[in-house]
């Protein structure tokens, strides 16, 4: 690697010394235009990138970012590196490809001889030729040369056999194209004397094709790039904060649960609550009964006595009785023993008013005047 590197070092030093140029060989050559070719496409961009700025380049973005917003690849531009790409840069750098190739192809021959020397200038002059001709297509295609319609339509009319191998020729050309480049870098490749040469050739046209465009097109760019990471990290920010926010959200819910749970208990067990507290108490309070005394009564001794001592009504006595004193209960229609005195006495038989439930003493009985 550091020998390498000292070898670009050198032929960079002897690219600047001027008179050297005059006693260079083919192999100083073939190893000093893959310099030029770099440094074309360097002055090229510096050049294209004066242009953007000249331009507006830079206010045209602002004003796209302020309209399609950070992100958006609508503030995004190509700039001038079409220049570095085609131009008279493009052309100069074409050229100088051309040339390398040619140095290297004479640097072979003077290398090997034989069949190998035979097959490196026939595939080299079969590329040229596909290079000729891929450039007269293209002309045509973008109009720098024009052909005339009638002299088409008269060769397809004299020669209408050439439509039927329009096909057949752009398989063969493809393939002879193919095949030369094989041949010819595979030859170089081969040969020790000619494989650094052709590597450092392929650098240089990366560097010029590659890395120039791309770093023309970052440094034209630089304001959508930044828009567009501010607008990133803003994003990745809201999102943060967003997921931040559920997560705590789900977090409270959670000790909002017990705490609710906790609070329902002692809610319900203190009775704090008035509402909660009539509720425990609607429920402890017994029901009412609404059952009259005598109903409630299930007793069958204890007596009750409808409208008792009133007009109409029921009334008791106390009768004497040769075989015992006893409680009669007398309607005005009919009387009946209700009970002896003697049990009566002894609570063994108690009277109560009907509709009030309150007792009849036995005292307040008067005794039945005898007729």
Not at 187 to 215: D, H, N, Q, W, Y
Request: with cysteine; net charge positive; proline share 2%.
């Amino acid at each position: 690697m550091r020998k390498v590197k000292k070898m670009k070092k050198d032929r960079i030093k002897f690219m600047l010394d001027i008179q050297k140029w005059k006693q260079m060989s083919m192999e100083d050559l073939a190893n000093h235009i893959p310099v030029v070719i770099m440094a074309t496409a360097m002055i090229a961009g510096v050049i294209a990138y004066i242009m953007y700025i000249v331009n507006g380049g830079y206010l045209a973005q602002i004003a796209a970012i302020k309209e399609y917003g950070f992100i958006s690849t609508d503030t995004f531009t190509a700039g001038t590196t079409g220049l570095v790409f085609g131009g008279i840069a493009g052309n100069i750098i074409l050229l100088l490809l051309i040339a390398e190739l040619v140095v290297l192809s004479l640097n072979y021959c003077g290398i090997c001889k034989g069949g190998k020397k035979t097959a490196l200038i026939a595939s080299g002059i079969l590329i040229l030729v596909q290079i000729a001709v891929a450039f007269v297509l293209l002309w045509i295609r973008i109009g720098r040369v024009t052909v005339e319609p009638n002299a088409v339509r008269a060769l397809i009319f004299n020669f209408p056999e050439v439509i039927m191998y329009v096909k057949p020729v752009g398989i063969t050309y493809t393939i002879l194209t193919v095949g030369a480049l094989i041949v010819f870098f595979g030859l170089l490749l081969a040969e020790a004397g000619s494989r650094g040469m052709v590597t450092f050739t392929a650098e240089a046209m990366i560097f010029a094709k590659v890395v120039v465009p791309i770093v023309v097109w970052i440094l034209e760019n630089i304001l959508a790039l930044g828009a567009a990471v501010i607008g990133c990290i803003f994003i990745f920010v809201v999102i943060l904060g967003i997921g931040k926010l559920l997560l705590d959200g789900l977090a409270s819910a959670g000790s909002g649960g017990e705490g609710s749970g906790q609070s329902a208990s002692s809610f319900e067990a203190g009775g704090s609550s008035g509402y909660s507290e009539s509720r425990s108490e609607k429920r402890s309070e017994p029901k009412r009964d609404n059952r009259t005394p005598r109903e409630k009564d299930k007793n069958p001794n204890h007596h009750y006595i409808a409208n008792y001592q009133e007009t109409g009504g029921i009334k008791l006595y106390k009768v004497h009785n040769s075989m015992g004193n006893y409680v009669e209960l007398d309607n005005s229609v009919v009387s009946r023993k209700v009970c002896s005195l003697a049990d009566a006495e002894k609570g063994k038989h108690r009277f109560y008013r009907e509709n009030s439930g309150q007792e009849i003493r036995l005292d307040d009985i008067p005794w039945k005047k005898m007729k």
